[in-house]
């Protein structure tokens, strides 16, 4: 049902239930929405790739775990030396935790399999403006030949014998890399546009036609909505 959706709908109902999910302040409720966030990745026959990605996320997570308790006031729990944590900080952090899981897994159950190409399309369709649609598709387009860009230039490092450390000479070649990178993506940037005015680009792309809204897409937008609606009430209760 979402893989045949239409993307404007999966667009549209992925930005209102991360809006909802955004205004939560309880943590049941909280935990309640990452529940419905992992039965619609379920839903949507996410691959394992979604997992392996949701494990950078829960990584910058931990931070909060580290930071939040020591930093806020609250009932003591565990003194570590001089710090103290509290319950209020480790009830924020699963709080916020909850919320970024579950917000970032509905955002690549409904759009994380739209290809670029078909995502400018439905943005074009949704009035985004042009040249933030333009911005978005050719970054989408071509982040990854600018991530082999960099891992060749790594793996050229390390055959010259480069071996990083905590030394001056270690960040003044990864300094040395960055600039490389980013010489070499201008390069290849001003390639890409000679190639699209010699195919006569003249600002915009030919977007395609988006069909009519069928029921099911209908269903879909009604469904996340009434998701939306039903743990906001639950969480004013």
């Known amino acids: 049902m979402i893989a045949r959706a239409d993307p404007r709908i999966r667009v549209v109902s992925a930005l209102l239930a991360v809006a909802a999910v955004s205004q939560l302040r309880t943590l049941p409720v909280s935990a309640a929405a990452f ?14 790739r979604l997992w392996r990605r949701m494990l950078h996320v829960e990584g910058f997570m931990l931070l909060l ?14 003194t570590l030396g001089p710090l103290a944590a509290s319950s209020t900080g480790i ?24 290809d ?15 040249r933030f649609n333009r ?33 001056r000479h270690t960040w003044r070649s990864y300094g040395h890399l960055v600039g490389m990178v ?14 699209m ?3 006569g680009y003249a600002g915009h792309y030919p977007y395609t ?9 209908w269903m879909l937008f009604a469904s996340v909505v009434a998701c939306g609606i039903l743990i906001l009430a639950m969480d004013r209760l």
């Open 135 to 167: 911005l978005f598709v050719m970054t989408a387009r071509y982040v990854s030949l600018i991530r082999d860009e960099a891992r060749r230039l790594s793996e050229s490092m390390r055959a010259r014998g480069f071996r990083p450390g905590s030394n």
């Open 35 to 48: 529940a419905l966030a992992i039965l619609l990745v379920i839903l949507a026959g996410a691959d394992r």
């Open 65 to 78: 775990f580290v930071t939040l308790p020591f930093t806020m006031q609250g009932p003591v729990v565990a």
């Open 197 to 199: 005015l010699c195919r």
């Open 91 to 114: 009830e924020r952090a699963a709080l916020i935790a909850l919320k970024v899981s579950a917000s970032v897994l509905t955002l690549s159950a409904l759009i994380g399999d739209i």
């Open 116 to 130: 670029p190409a078909r995502l400018g399309a439905t943005l074009h369709a949704l009035r985004v403006p042009e």
């Open 209 to 217: 036609v988006l069909p009519a809204l069928l029921r099911r897409d």
């Open 182 to 195: 980013l010489v070499r993506a201008l390069d290849r940037a001003e390639r890409v546009e000679e190639a």
